[in-house]
């Protein structure tokens, strides 16, 4: 079945002819209407997805076709897309239609990609389990009763599910190497800046960083190098940026030195993640890596840090969000009560409670005791990994402390946030970093997580490739 293959050998087989353009999308929606009333990965699917197809085709035809045309995409639904609702999984976006793309819609749209729908999430990104979504929570394709991580969960369920071999997500605090990590699946999140943010919708923009989910890294490799380079319409893109894609295969893990940070191999790991991640480095070492634990202090202040600097953020950017400039209005009297009457009825409560920590982390009197302190955190942190990038090539980790949880089976939000341990200090940093499946506990996904220096993109990947290799796990979910 061409939902099976990934999607550089769908590609392939798309550009001999083997598949066509319009059979690959039947099967891919077929699978869709057979198993999303489970899995709920989608919120919008795309009703104009001939037109995609016509232009994939005609690039095939016409010898204009890339690697990656014809190959079914699914959105996560705080990335603007012309013309199909866009509703960050929020009342107060919930008819939203934008009326442009995201620069990265944009580049793949021209590199002939099919955009299927646009994936659930944690209302506004701001989740690790899929469950704040306003419209229902999403499951994890590996076991209905538990969640597939969050925020960007429906684009994590959408390609473990084998509805599309690829999916875009976005990262603030682990949103994508997280979920992939619950669900079994690659999650890459680029160097902060070499992929454009121009159409995602603001949650933390020093923090926040679109990339792919894959089921494997030159797919993930594959689809960065179509979404990335610079974009005048982003005032932090970088210059030159593109994600090349020369050498993925021609790394070796004979020499290769991987930092441990024992911060990271606390108490605070389930234990069958433990001895999942020890049984890699056992293999790795095998290969010719060598393996050091490493001290990064700043680490135990990582999750503290995040809640400060990101609610701020977010405070600032959800202000638009006034029943004025965007979404509906709940009619009060006065500006000052229908401002917070649509506000208090269309935000979720998670949204609410961190625009509420955002704002008084900012208040006068508090701004240098929270936000203040916390930016100078966030600058310690940075320095502690690139210190140790200049003695080590990865700096690695599990994903996520613990394997998928059931649907409502956390209900302490300090521990759902203490969740994003492991997958915080990349956004911190702005470095490149990855989320490869590993192993299993308890017959669920664990993640292994690479870090590597800003801008090292390419490097990165090359070693996830031949990390990927010596691993050799290639499991899927038990589904229909």
């Known amino acids: 079945m061409s939902t099976q293959l990934t999607a550089t050998e769908l590609g392939r087989k798309i550009a001999a002819g083997d598949i066509k353009v319009q059979e690959a999308i039947d099967a891919s929606c077929a699978r869709i209407d057979a198993n999303d009333e489970i899995y709920k990965a989608f919120l919008t699917l795309n009703e104009?997805?001939?037109?995609?197809?016509?232009?994939?085709?005609?690039?095939?035809?016409?010898?204009?076709?890339?690697?990656?045309?014809?190959?079914?995409?699914?959105?996560?639904?705080?990335?603007?897309?012309?013309?199909?609702?866009?509703?960050?999984a929020s009342k107060i976006l919930e008819n939203y239609i934008p009326p442009y793309d995201a620069t990265v819609i944009e580049r793949m749209k021209a590199a002939g990609m099919i955009v299927i729908g646009k994936t659930?999430?944690?209302?506004?990104?701001?989740?690790?389990?899929?469950?704040?979504?306003?419209?229902?929570?999403s499951r994890n394709p590996w076991d209905p009763d538990r969640?597939?991580?969050?925020?960007?969960?429906?684009?994590?369920?959408?390609?473990?599910?084998?509805?599309?071999?690829?999916?875009?997500?976005?990262?603030?605090?682990?949103?994508?190497?997280?979920?992939?990590?619950?669900?079994?699946?690659?999650?890459?999140?680029p160097t902060y800046g070499r992929v454009s943010r121009y159409g995602l919708v603001a949650f933390g923009s020093s923090l926040d960083q679109i990339g792919p989910f894959a089921r494997s890294v030159e797919d993930a490799a594959a689809i960065s190098n179509v979404i990335s380079g610079h974009d005048a319409n982003d005032a932090t893109s970088q210059p030159d940026s593109q994600i090349k894609l020369n050498g993925l295969k021609d790394g070796s893990l004979k020499g290769l030195k991987i930092a441990i940070p024992k911060q990271l191999f606390g108490e605070e790991i389930?234990?069958?993640v433990r001895h999942v991640i020890a049984q890699n480095i056992k293999t790795l070492e095998q290969d010719g890596a060598t393996v050091t634990e490493?001290?990064?202090?700043?680490?135990?202040?990582?999750?503290?840090?995040?809640?400060?600097?990101?609610?701020?953020?977010?405070?600032?950017?959800?202000?638009?969000?006034?029943?004025?400039?965007y979404g509906p209005r709940i009619d009060a009297d006065g500006h000052i009560e229908a401002f917070s009457a649509t506000r208090g009825s269309l935000f979720g409560k998670e949204v609410k409670l961190r625009i509420m920590v955002g704002t008084y982390a900012l208040s006068a009197g508090y701004y240098d005791a929270y936000y203040h302190r916390?930016?100078?955190?966030?600058?310690?942190?940075?320095?502690?990994?690139?210190?140790?990038?200049?003695?080590?090539?990865?700096?690695?980790?599990?994903?996520s402390p613990g394997v998928a949880f059931p649907v409502g089976g956390i209900q302490d939000q300090m521990a759902l946030k203490l969740l994003d341990l492991c997958t915080i200090p990349a956004n911190m940093g702005g470095f490149p970093s990855i989320s490869l499946p590993s192993g299993l506990s308890e017959g669920l996904p664990v993640g292994l997580l690479l870090n590597g220096p800003v801008n090292g993109d390419e490097r990165l990947l090359q070693i996830s490739y031949a990390v990927e290799q010596a691993l050799g796990f290639d499991k899927r979910a038990p589904m229909p």
């Open 120 to 137: 659930n999430l944690d209302e506004f990104a701001m989740g690790t389990s899929c469950e704040n979504s306003a419209f229902f929570p």
């Open 374 to 399: 916390a930016q100078q955190v966030r600058g310690l942190m940075a320095q502690e990994f690139e210190r140790a990038y200049q003695e080590y090539d990865v700096i690695m980790s599990p994903s």
């Open 294 to 325: 490493i001290d990064l202090p700043s680490i135990n202040y990582g999750v503290t840090t995040y809640y400060i600097i990101a609610p701020a953020e977010a405070s600032s950017n959800l202000g638009r969000y006034d029943g004025v400039r």
């Open 270 to 272: 389930e234990e069958g």
């Open 147 to 189: 969640v597939p991580g969050g925020s960007s969960g429906g684009s994590a369920a959408a390609v473990a599910a084998e509805y599309v071999p690829l999916s875009l997500g976005s990262d603030t605090g682990g949103s994508i190497r997280q979920p992939a990590s619950l669900c079994g699946i690659v999650g890459f999140k």
């Open 48 to 88: 104009d997805v001939q037109t995609d197809i016509d232009r994939a085709e005609k690039m095939l035809t016409d010898g204009s076709a890339g690697p990656l045309t014809g190959v079914p995409v699914a959105i996560k639904d705080n990335i603007s897309t012309d013309g199909l609702r866009t509703t960050c």
